[in-house]
Nanobody
Framework: QVQLVESGGGSVHAGGSLTLSCAAS????????MAWYRQAPGKQRELVAA???????NYADSVKGRFTISRDNAKNTVYLQMNSLKPEDTAVYYC???????????WGQGTQVTVSS
């Protein structure tokens, strides 16, 4: 079982920055892929950024060039550095992890990010 705990959410003005973190704990062999998703009110949850264990990354077009995902494998932690935030980035951000063994998928509880105009 894996527990994912997010932190770093908050409220900022447009153009500001925030850094989210997600720490995985529990008993597991290894995490293959970690990602950040977000869900705004009335909208579907969408992928924001993902990173594999070897460091390969991909981003949603809407955040490319502004957000950076990284991970510390030793700490089982993933980060999302968000710069030049826009009001449309406002959402609940969720951490996601997929284990190498079994392909089990886990979700964090979510952390609110609010960007005002």
């Amino acid at each position: 079982q894996v527990q994912l705990v997010e932190s770093g959410g908050g409220s900022v003005h447009a153009g500001g920055s925030l850094t989210l973190s997600c720490a995985a704990s529990g008993r597991f062999f290894s995490i293959n892929k970690m990602a950040w998703y977000r869900q705004a009110p009335g909208k579907q949850r969408e992928l924001v950024a993902a990173i594999t264990r070897d460091g390969s990354t991909n981003y949603a077009d809407s955040v490319k060039g502004r957000f950076t995902i990284s991970r510390d494998n030793a700490k089982n932690t993933v980060y999302l550095q968000m710069n030049s935030l826009k009001p449309e980035d406002t959402a609940v951000y969720y951490c996601n992890a997929v284990l190498i063994v079994g392909g089990y998928v886990y979700w964090g509880q979510g952390t609110q990010v609010t960007v005002s105009s």
